[in-house]
């Protein structure tokens, strides 16, 4: 069974940077995408970022495009999310996710957050204006 684990939230200032960590045991972590999401209060989960198994290509939101990084470690099994410029509207629990081995996998699917079969548990990350 698939389990993640994300760390490096926490509360910091507009215009400042803060990277988040996921940690993942129970998978071939390197045969498969992984993604960021994330839930502000009061409002559906959003995509964030994605990167593909080999960390080759990646995907974000316009939101968040030229401000975060999505990057992989597949030695330690790790995905991290590089958060630069960060503003109010970023305030949310940061979720890490892990996508279904699919034969095609369009990249429409990267934001559907019904294409990920594993969770973490979240982190919040808070930016004070």
């Known amino acids: 069974q698939v389990q993640l684990v994300e760390s490096g939230g926490g509360l910091v200032q507009a215009g400042g940077s803060l990277r988040l960590s996921c940690a993942a045991s129970?998978?071939?972590?390197?045969?498969?995408?992984m993604g960021w999401f994330r839930q502000a209060p009061g409002k559906e989960r959003e995509f964030v970022a994605a990167?593909?198994?080999?960390?080759?290509?990646?995907y974000y939101s316009d939101s968040v495009k030229g401000r975060f990084t999505i990057s992989r470690d597949n030695a330690k099994n790790t995905v991290y999310l590089q958060m630069n410029r960060l503003k109010p509207e970023d305030t949310a629990v940061y979720y890490c996710?892990?996508?279904?081995?699919?034969?095609?996998?369009?990249?429409?699917?990267?934001?559907?957050?019904?294409?990920?079969?594993?969770w973490g548990q979240g982190t919040l990350v808070t930016v004070s204006s």
């Open positions: 996710g892990h996508y279904r081995s699919r034969a095609y996998f369009p990249s429409s699917l990267y934001n559907d957050a019904g294409a990920l079969d594993a």
């Open positions: 129970g998978t071939t972590f390197s045969s498969y995408r």
């Open positions: 990167i593909t198994s080999s960390g080759g290509s990646t």
